[in-house]
């Protein structure tokens, strides 16, 4: 019996180690979709890849660093053609990936934004429909600042700076890539 409980806790172990406690799936990407474009009656893979100017129009633009050689985009289409852009990013917030989507109107206006996993122990709070609320409405012309037009969560500092950037690069992107 000792033999096999030393032969089963290492992959117990592992699996702890693989998932963080804090791990929380809220959205798939599809529900995420359903819910930013209610009207839609497809989703069309637009993926983008980043082009050596392309990156260097983001980073001006946006002030963030671009990590990524593409992003991940649908077009939303219902009957009347093309309603918008959702777009599938990912920030780190303190320790762990946030992924989070954001859906864009045609000229690029945010109509909603979704944390769609939050893998840190603390600091879910980034998740508050209130604090998601106030980039609807905004473009690539705002500021869009933590403590100055977007209010920071005390306990998710650094994931409410990190998710503003990363909304600050997906508007940069959209102005480069979509318009």
């Known amino acids: 019996m000792t033999r096999w409980l030393r032969w089963t806790a290492p992959p117990a172990l592992v699996l702890s180690i693989a998932a963080p ?3 929380v799936h809220y959205l798939s990407v599809e529900q995420a979709q359903r819910l930013a474009f209610p009207a839609a009656s497809r989703f069309v893979a637009a993926n983008v890849i980043f082009k050596p100017a392309d990156i ?16 991940q985009v649908w077009r939303a289409e219902g009957a009347q053609g093309l309603l918008g852009f959702f777009v599938v990013d990912y920030v780190i917030g303190k320790h762990e990936v946030i992924d989070y989507a954001v859906a864009l109107a045609q000229d690029g206006t945010i109509l909603r934004v979704d944390i769609l996993e939050y893998r840190e122990s603390y ?3 980034i998740r508050n429909p209130a604090w998601l609320a106030q980039f609807v409405g905004k ?11 977007i209010t920071n969560i005390s306990g998710a500092t650094l994931s409410s700076h990190h998710v503003t950037e990363g909304i600050r690069r997906v508007l940069a992107i959209h102005e480069t890539c979509l318009k």
């Open 139 to 149: 473009t690539r012309r705002d500021h869009l600042k933590v403590d100055d037009d």
């Open 21 to 23: 406690a804090g791990a």
């Open 56 to 71: 260097a129009a983001i980073e001006r633009l946006s002030g963030q660093k671009v990590q990524t050689r593409g992003e």
């Open 123 to 125: 600091g879910g709070e």
